[in-house]
């Protein structure tokens, strides 16, 4: 087996489980859909020519994403449809998600969140949509790749501490913009 | 800790991040509250939902087509055969093919399964039942998390991290190498709730070898299954398979398979 056969193993190897998820994040993040291929290829382009750099036995998952979000970002600014401010590394004033509680609405949908979110998957695309990249970057690398919040820091380059606050603003405000949604639409349960 | 004060954390404890302090805390507020625990449990399932419809479903499996283009264009995997090249091959090929026919109609009709061997899931339980019902003790017994990762380290080839931290409910008490289908295997055994809970390791790339596990792992991130009376949840994380398993709620299963390897040394950057 000649070295560069190994290494394309070994890497593909790594990279063959996280397929799912690289390709799951890229078409939810990217603004424009018929980006995904390329911004997937020159992910793994890159990946593969500095794979040399990755030490066996760390965070691969972490690794590759920190690559895909760099294309990403380069990608859409191309674009330039995104709201690119740098997260705020400062806590902003506490927002929870216990100040919706007395929202009617809001307790309709908690009471059930599955037949109330089967008719809002415009809304949720609209209320990701408006997150600046950064914040979007924060929530799908949750929901999507499962990572904890040090990993999140690691592929943004971001204090962990500003992942954790991010993440917490960012549920509110899906949670809000949800509620909105749901009375505007009049959609309760009863009228489902 | 009062009501407040307990949501202000939810999105910590929901996460499994915060430290063991916060998470007994908490816990310690949600048994005496039970508007708290409702209001946490209400947000968690919420935020379950959310979760889904952001990924787009409950499986996301890569598209074949998309990652053979971009794999050959990357220079990963060689570019696909010309049509004159392809044609040859595939000549070729539709006779080995059929030969393969032959003998797979051949095999299957004296009876025999092409896939015979157990399931991981299976395996797995077998090795738990024999823990919890105390017929199989741990290679190492040791109730430190640092030990019995270094213990680990020192026995098998595939990179492992410490045991899932203990504010997530899991106790450890031992660990070892087994095999599972000519696979070398590391396991942590423990406890969750006094519940006997095991923890089994496997390098991903042997996860092939159990087809049922490995095309669930494709299609999704965390795999939850049941094997007779224990409730099982696995992951491929860092280029091994975790899959946790025991007798208690499922939820509680995916809290320690979330938290595997999550004490701040073990998260290499």
Redesign the interface.
């Known amino acids: 087996m000649t070295g560069d056969s190994a290494k394309?193993e070994r890497?593909?190897?790594?990279?063959e489980?996280l397929?799912?998820?690289?390709?799951?994040y890229c078409?939810?993040v990217l603004n424009d859909p018929a980006g995904?291929?390329d911004v997937?290829?020159n992910t793994?382009?890159d990946a593969?020519r500095d794979f040399h750099l990755y030490?066996?036995?760390?965070?691969?998952?972490?690794w590759i994403f920190r690559y895909l979000n760099l294309k990403v970002f380069e990608f859409n600014r191309r674009r330039a449809r995104v709201r690119t401010e740098s997260l705020p590394e400062e806590i902003p004033a506490?927002t929870?998600?216990?100040m919706l509680?007395a929202d009617r609405v809001f307790e309709a949908?908690?009471?059930s969140?599955?037949t109330v979110?089967e008719q809002?998957?415009e809304a949720?695309s609209q209320a990701?949509r408006s997150l600046s990249e950064q914040e979007q970057a924060v929530?799908?690398l949750?929901?999507?790749g499962?990572f904890?919040?040090?990993?999140i820091a690691?592929v943004l380059g971001v204090p962990a501490g500003t992942v954790?606050s991010c993440?917490?603003r960012v549920?509110v405000r899906?949670?809000e913009q949800l509620t909105e949604h749901c009375r505007r639409q009049g959609l309760l349960p009863g009228d489902a | 800790m009062n009501c407040e004060e307990t949501r202000r954390h939810w999105d910590l404890y929901h996460d499994s991040e915060g430290d063991g302090e916060l998470y007994l805390q908490v816990n310690q507020h949600l048994a005496e509250c039970p508007a708290c625990a409702k209001w946490f449990y209400e947000q968690s399932r919420l935020e379950d939902v959310l979760v889904e419809k952001l990924r787009g479903g409950p499986k996301t499996s890569p598209t074949p087509e998309l990652w053979n283009s971009v794999l050959a264009k990357a220079g990963v995997v060689e570019a696909p055969r010309s049509l004159a090249r392809s044609c040859l091959f595939f000549l070729g090929g539709g006779l080995a093919v059929a030969a393969s026919v032959l003998i797979a109609v051949f095999v299957l009709s004296r009876g025999s399964d092409l896939h015979a061997g157990p399931s991981l899931s299976q395996l797995t339980a077998q090795h738990h039942q024999s823990f919890a019902q105390g017929q199989q003790a741990a290679d190492f017994a040791s109730r430190s998390d640092l030990d019995v990762e270094a213990y680990l380290q020192r026995r098998v080839a595939f990179p492992v991290r410490c045991p899932p931290r203990q504010d997530t409910g899991f106790f450890v008490q031992g660990a070892g190498v087994c095999r599972l289908e000519r696979s070398e295997a590391a396991y942590l055994v423990g406890e969750v709730d006094g519940a006997s809970v095991s923890i089994f390791l496997l390098p991903s790339d042997s996860l092939r070898r159990f087809p049922h596990q490995y095309q669930a792992l494709q299609r999704e991130y965390t795999h939850r299954c049941r094997e007779g009376k224990y409730e099982m949840i696995m992951a491929q994380i860092d280029g091994s398979v975790v899959l946790v398993v025991g007798q208690v709620d499922p939820g509680r299963l995916q809290r320690v398979l979330r938290a595997y390897g999550s004490y701040p040394h073990a998260v290499s950057t």
């Open positions: 394309a890497f593909l190897r790594r990279l489980p397929q799912g998820a690289l390709e799951a078409r939810k995904v291929e997937l290829q793994v382009l593969f030490a066996e036995g760390t965070n691969f998952r972490a506490p929870s998600p216990e509680a949908i908690l009471e969140p599955d979110l809002c998957d949720i990701l929530l799908l949750r929901a999507i499962e904890k919040y040090r990993e690691d954790m993440l917490s549920r899906l949670r």
